[in-house]
């Protein structure tokens, strides 16, 4: 027995107009929240926020300033993919407009919504992705400056 959402589903090459905006309204969400998670990670490792004596008094916590320069560099590492993050969202944006969200950029099918409500910014499908997983790893050679 066929399911009867399956040949509807199958048949179906794009989201419509309304399932559309229910994904814009998704990623906009997710945009704002994207945006304040960056400002706070921008604000931990940038000194424009202080303003006290720490940069002026002398202090011999070496121990204490190694964690906090590794702590900036860890912040500033989450802060790059965070922009990252941000930049797969605004790229999604563009492709609700263009009217060629949630078609997979490998196989040429809709993604499923759920999975694209759960990674809005998603431009593989699960078979795709796991395509793209197993095949670099068994043709890589190996390569010392890589690792």
């Known amino acids: 027995m066929k399911k009867a959402t399956g040949p509807a589903q199958s048949e179906k090459n794009r989201y419509n107009d309304d399932e559309l905006e229910e994904f814009k309204q998704i990623i906009l969400k ?3 929240k994207a945006h304040n998670d960056l400002k706070l990670l ?31 560099e860890e912040n500033s590492k989450f802060a790059a993919r965070q922009e990252k993050f941000i930049k797969s969202l605004e790229n999604a944006l563009i492709r609700i407009e263009n009217k060629t969200y949630g078609i997979c950029r490998v196989t040429g099918k809709l993604i499923p919504a759920d999975r694209l409500r759960s990674v809005p910014h998603a431009t593989l499908s699960i078979e795709a992705k796991r395509v793209q997983v197993t095949a670099p790893v068994a043709v890589r050679p190996f390569d010392p400056d890589m690792e």
């Not at 921008?42 to 008094?57: F, K, L, P, R, V």
């Not at 011999?60 to 702590?71: A, P």
């Open 30 to 32: 997710k945009l704002e």
């Open 42 to 72: 921008t604000e931990s490792y940038t000194t424009g926020n202080e303003h006290d004596t720490n940069d002026t008094s002398p202090t011999f916590k070496v121990l204490e300033e190694g964690y906090q320069v590794f702590s900036k």
